[in-house]
């Protein structure tokens, strides 16, 4: 059943959950505020099978932040880390590689590599903490950073997870050159509980978060 918008006063700002047709516009948000990343190179193809499995999924929680009828930031998550990612390559994996196939030929090891990693990925949960949802993606359009949207979208879901009797969150973003998302995280009352190592050497911070 569909919940009621709810209407927070941020220069006129909405934050409600999403629906399919905000996925273009979400698209567009993440390759904005993402340039560069793999995922963002895998294409708006790519990006749309990911986060159409944020809305379709059961365990999802996906809200976006609307000003005048435009999508400028988005969350999404799952309380459910594993059984999210695994069902997604199960329902979904012919689509994520018929994706891929443009940044196959640009790059064929590489992608190769981070499609391996992917199909192993279950959501990289701290295995000391039960009951924990996983903040996966948060973005707002560059423009307007620095406005609040990143800590009403954060609120929000942070209130979803409550709905649904969530006790952690968590989440992974990059230690190195990404001091001002690490300083977001930590403003915001986020706690490092670990730092590890990805694939190809990136330098990872996991942040967690009491609610």
């Keep these: 059943m569909e919940k009621s918008n709810r209407r927070l006063i941020a220069e006129e700002v909405i934050v409600r959950e999403a629906k399919y047709s905000d ?3 979400s698209i567009a948000v993440h390759e904005a505020a993402f340039p560069g990343f793999f995922l963002t190179q895998l294409g708006a193809k790519f990006l749309k099978q990911l986060y159409l499995g944020f809305l379709e999924m059961p365990s999802a929680i996906f809200l976006v932040a609307e000003k005048d009828n435009q999508v400028i930031g988005f969350v999404a998550g799952t ?21 891929s196939v443009g940044g196959l030929f640009k790059n064929p090891i590489f992608v190769m590599q981070k499609c391996l ?31 609040g949207v990143g800590r009403i ?11 649904q009797n969530v006790e952690w969150l968590y989440l ?12 977001f995280y930590l403003k915001n009352d986020f706690k ?18 009491k609610i």
């Design 79 to 99: 309380t459910n880390p594993n059984a999210h990612f695994s069902q997604l390559l199960k329902e979904r994996w012919y689509r994520f590689l018929l994706a």
């Design 192 to 209: 490092i509980e670990s730092s590890f190592r990805k694939t190809g050497n990136r330098e990872m911070n996991r942040y967690v978060k």
């Design 153 to 163: 979208l954060t609120s929000e879901f942070i209130v979803e997870c409550k709905n």
């Design 23 to 25: 996925i273009t516009q």
């Design 117 to 147: 990693s992917a199909f192993i990925y279950k959501g990289e949960n701290p295995e000391q903490i039960e009951n924990a949802t996983l903040l996966s993606s948060i973005a707002t359009l560059p423009e307007f950073e620095g406005q």
């Design 172 to 183: 992974t973003t990059d230690r190195v050159g990404n001091d001002s998302v690490n300083a």
